[in-house]
């Protein structure tokens, strides 16, 4: 299980993919794929490769729903 540290930095990170140009959203999303590889979550990486296409393709309520699902996900490995 992952420091309770490790996880707020991706929830905060997460969080801030709520404003910002589509580039920069995209990018911090690349850092949460990244960081829950690392944290061997392949299931969750994937979604957030998910939420990137989304929002590459401009489907907004995908990425949206994507984005809500890895915050609650990503809030359950403090446990």
Do not use: Y
């Amino acid at each position: 299980m992952p420091p309770t540290a490790q996880v707020d930095v991706l929830l905060s990170t997460l969080n801030a993919t709520e404003v910002g140009t589509i580039d920069s959203v995209a990018a911090k999303l690349r850092q949460v794929q990244d960081e829950l590889c690392t944290l061997n979550e392949p299931e969750l990486a994937a979604r957030a490769g998910e939420a990137i296409a989304a929002l590459d393709r401009g489907d907004v309520a995908e990425f949206k729903r994507s984005r809500a699902f890895l915050q609650s996900k990503i809030g359950h490995l403090r446990r």
